[in-house]
């Protein structure tokens, strides 16, 4: 699975931004998409995630209510809608896909085989 992500930007606080991650090389049928993202100086962290079939979503507690993870079938693109940005939430996030696709683990680092390049979010305040 190749993955290419996209959409990052520079925003100010109060802003929104939708990144798009389009997947190729074989059908994401019982994969799971996740974005993850990496801070300056800080772990990759997730952020949300979706399973392909049946479109179950997950997401971590200090993006709920702001993100929105999404897919497009049709167009093999899974999406994060992000409203409300904070400074925090600032960093690179990456799109990653999980061949195993249990809802409970797609929090997990470890749980994804294939990963995107990174696109730069820059939130300002």
């Not at 074989?26 to 993850?36: D, N, P, V």
């Not at 993870?69 to 400074?87: C, F, G, H, W």
């Not at 749980?111 to 390049?117: I, R």
């Amino acid at each position: 699975v190749q993955l290419q992500a996209s959409g990052g930007g520079l925003v100010q606080a109060g802003g929104s931004l939708r990144l798009s991650c389009a997947a190729s090389g074989r059908t994401l049928s019982g994969y799971g998409l996740g974005w993850f993202r990496q801070a300056p100086g800080k772990e990759r962290e997730f952020v949300a995630a979706i399973r392909w079939s049946g479109g179950a979503t997950v997401y971590a507690d200090s993006v709920k209510g702001r993100f929105t993870i999404s897919r497009d079938n049709a167009k093999n693109t899974v999406y994060l809608q992000m409203n409300s940005l904070e400074p925090e939430d600032t960093a690179v996030y990456y799109c990653a896909a999980a061949p195993r696709v249990i809802l409970s683990s797609l929090g997990l680092l470890s749980s994804y085989a294939y990963w995107g390049q990174g696109t730069l979010v820059t939130v300002s305040s």
